[in-house]
């Protein structure tokens, strides 16, 4: 009989989780898997509910083809991720998702890609041979202290706030556990939110008296798509629920700039190249109604798109990602036409970082957007080409010479890598 999904977690979770995993591959009904993928999961080592080897059976059992770790400040997951991965010979790339000041270029008081903050961008170091994740770990571990010195006065913030009511969390016993910091990790805005809606729940209770406390005691408004989840007391993702809403409506109340913990967008731009990995601007665009729940309708980059895509052509960028299902298609033909323009390869990745997110992006099966399933091939075959050789990474000198044609190159690529996973 088929296991439940707290029950997987549980096993997929724990310790040893990789000898469970390949238990579970001989014991448990094997997916139909199509031609899905997915460059960005989130795992443990930053926040989701899935640890490395939970992410990849997950994105498996959704019926991917392939698997793409992609945490924030961190890349600690990768041999747990790719063991996995190898285990049920699926295809896996792997990356890191970090935060650059763009305080020296034309648009430090922009607020471009960030719903917290202007003049800091989301991006991402795609394709990260394999042998180089150490390093870049290494590279992220003083910006993941730095990060938790913010936390903490973000913790005092939120005790100031929420006290009142009897609502407080300590930073080493409420936050840090929820977290794999001492594994490489990183402490993010999540965790202190979920640390919160964990207290929240513990001491006002779920359901109409959570709901109760947000509408009349605290005064903030409340969705009625989240109330409804928040009323069901059954609700196994009640917790993620309520983070939720506390990333959209609360997090701006304790919110501190995160300033020395953001290097300089032209150091990881360095970072990405001297490793062979690809940097790429995790494109946003103006959002209305939030799938995951946890953004306000806000105004992001598509008023000055097209000089910000210059700009970081321009500054060495090599990848543009974004998300099919988040935008709009008048925002994704323009972005696209964009990246045809100033030669940046296009990558997706569907953010998976809660429950009730989907592994499959339905949106990308429109076939307008097949150069993805390409680009993720290319990326898998990027990774094991240059661990073994960096002269033949995806933009190698090399590379570059024998295909100049990026979107040749993409071909040529992910005809590498979906012959090494026949």
Request: some cysteine.
């Amino acid at each position: 009989m088929a296991k439940t999904r707290e029950e997987l977690l549980n096993l997929l979770n724990g310790e040893n989780a990789l000898e469970n995993f390949k238990a579970l591959l001989e014991t448990e009904p094997k997916p139909v898997v199509g031609r899905d993928v997915n460059n960005h999961i989130h795992t443990t080592y930053s926040f989701s509910p899935y640890s490395p080897t939970a992410a990849v059976w997950f994105a498996r059992a959704a019926g991917l083809c392939t698997c793409g770790l992609m945490d924030h400040d961190s890349i600690a997951g990768t041999e747990e991720f790719l063991a996995a991965a190898n285990a049920a010979h699926m295809g896996a790339t792997i990356g890191i998702e970090c935060r650059v000041s763009f305080k020296n270029t034309p648009f430090a008081e922009k607020k471009m890609n960030n719903p917290d903050q202007a003049g800091v961008v989301y991006m991402a170091l795609h394709g990260v041979p394999h042998d180089k994740a150490a390093e870049v770990n290494a590279f992220f571990a003083p910006y993941r202290a730095l990060r938790n010195e913010r936390n903490k006065k973000m913790v005092a913030g939120i005790n100031e706030m929420m006290g009142k009511y009897g609502v407080t969390i300590d930073f080493e016993k409420d936050v840090l556990p929820l977290s794999n910091f001492a594994k490489g990790g990183s402490v993010t805005e999540r965790h202190l939110s979920s640390a919160l809606a964990y207290k929240m729940l513990e001491v006002v209770g779920g359901g109409q008296k959570l709901v109760d406390f947000i509408k009349n005691e605290i005064q903030l408004p409340l969705s009625g798509k989240i109330e409804g989840f928040l009323l069901d007391e059954s609700n196994p993702h009640m917790m993620y629920d309520l983070l939720g809403w506390i990333k959209s409506q609360l997090i701006s109340r304790f919110y501190i700039d995160a300033t020395d913990e953001c290097p300089d967008v032209t150091e990881i731009i360095a970072l990405s190249n001297r490793i062979g990995a690809i940097s790429a601007y995790a494109y946003l665009g103006d959002v209305g109604d939030s799938v995951t729940g946890d953004k306000r309708a806000q105004k992001f980059e598509d008023d000055f798109l097209d000089e910000l895509v210059e700009y970081v052509a321009k500054i060495g960028y090599k990848a543009i990602t974004y998300m099919p299902s988040r935008n709009t298609k008048a925002q994704l033909t323009r972005l696209r036409a964009l990246c045809e323009k100033y030669g940046l390869f296009q990558i997706s990745g569907e953010d998976i970082n809660q429950p009730r997110q989907s592994f499959v992006c339905e949106a990308q099966r429109d076939p307008e957007f097949a150069n993805l399933y390409e680009a993720t091939w290319a990326l898998i075959a990027h990774e094991w080409r240059a661990t073994a050789n960096p002269e033949d990474g995806f933009f190698s000198e090399k590379s570059i010479a024998q295909w100049p044609d990026l979107n040749e190159r993409v071909k040529v690529f992910s005809q590498f890598g979906q012959e090494m996973y026949k």
